[in-house]
Protein backbone atom coordinates (compact mmCIF):
# COMPACT_ATOMS: atom_id res chain seq x y z
CA UNK A 1 0.00 0.00 0.00
CA UNK A 2 1.63 3.69 -0.75
CA UNK A 3 1.82 6.24 1.63
CA UNK A 4 -0.76 8.41 1.67
CA UNK A 5 0.19 12.11 1.00
CA UNK A 6 -1.57 15.34 2.39
CA UNK A 7 -0.83 19.02 0.99
CA UNK A 8 0.67 21.07 3.31
CA UNK A 9 1.05 24.73 2.49
CA UNK A 10 3.36 27.33 4.49
CA UNK A 11 4.59 30.57 3.85
CA UNK A 12 7.98 30.65 3.07
CA UNK A 13 10.26 34.56 2.30
CA UNK A 14 10.44 34.37 -1.84
CA UNK A 15 14.38 34.31 -1.35
CA UNK A 16 14.27 30.76 0.26
CA UNK A 17 11.40 29.37 -2.11
CA UNK A 18 13.65 30.40 -5.09
CA UNK A 19 16.62 29.23 -2.96
CA UNK A 20 15.14 25.79 -2.91
CA UNK A 21 13.68 25.56 -6.26
CA UNK A 22 16.51 26.47 -7.69
CA UNK A 23 18.57 23.65 -5.75
CA UNK A 24 16.24 21.21 -6.43
CA UNK A 25 16.14 22.00 -10.19
CA UNK A 26 19.84 21.86 -10.55
CA UNK A 27 20.15 18.36 -8.78
CA UNK A 28 16.82 16.93 -10.62
CA UNK A 29 14.82 16.83 -6.99
CA UNK A 30 11.47 16.53 -6.77
CA UNK A 31 10.87 19.83 -4.51
CA UNK A 32 7.76 17.73 -2.33
CA UNK A 33 9.98 15.14 -1.17
CA UNK A 34 13.26 17.66 -0.53
CA UNK A 35 10.98 19.89 1.60
CA UNK A 36 9.86 16.74 3.27
CA UNK A 37 13.10 15.37 4.19
CA UNK A 38 14.25 18.50 5.22
CA UNK A 39 11.69 18.89 7.65
CA UNK A 40 11.65 15.06 9.05
CA UNK A 41 15.74 15.81 9.88
CA UNK A 42 15.36 19.42 11.21
CA UNK A 43 12.72 17.35 13.71
CA UNK A 44 15.20 14.58 14.72
CA UNK A 45 17.71 17.36 15.13
CA UNK A 46 15.50 19.12 18.05
CA UNK A 47 14.11 16.22 19.12
CA UNK A 48 17.99 14.88 20.03
CA UNK A 49 19.14 18.45 21.18
CA UNK A 50 15.83 18.04 23.73
CA UNK A 51 17.21 14.64 25.10
CA UNK A 52 20.62 15.50 25.74
CA UNK A 53 19.02 18.61 27.45
CA UNK A 54 17.21 16.30 29.80
CA UNK A 55 20.38 13.92 30.10
CA UNK A 56 22.41 16.77 31.44
CA UNK A 57 19.59 17.79 33.57
CA UNK A 58 18.83 14.13 35.29
CA UNK A 59 22.78 13.55 35.36
CA UNK A 60 22.80 14.58 38.98
CA UNK A 61 19.67 12.34 39.74
CA UNK A 62 22.00 9.37 38.56
CA UNK A 63 23.53 8.85 41.47
CA UNK A 64 20.59 8.34 43.31
CA UNK A 65 19.50 5.66 40.84
CA UNK A 66 19.07 1.85 42.12
CA UNK A 67 18.98 -1.04 40.08
CA UNK A 68 15.96 -2.75 38.74
CA UNK A 69 16.54 -5.66 41.15
CA UNK A 70 16.61 -3.50 44.26
CA UNK A 71 13.47 -1.60 43.08
CA UNK A 72 11.72 -4.43 42.43
CA UNK A 73 12.19 -6.50 46.21
CA UNK A 74 10.98 -3.24 47.62
CA UNK A 75 7.92 -3.47 45.55
CA UNK A 76 7.01 -6.76 46.68
CA UNK A 77 7.58 -5.90 50.90
Not at 15 to 21: H, I, Q, Y
Not at 34 to 51: C, G, H, I
Not at 52 to 74: H, P
Request: positive net charge; charged residues 45%.
Amino acid sequence: MKDQKTMFAVKMDDAVVERVKSFCRERGVKYGFFVEKAVVEQMAREELKEDMLDMKNFRDLELQAVSIEEYLKKRRV
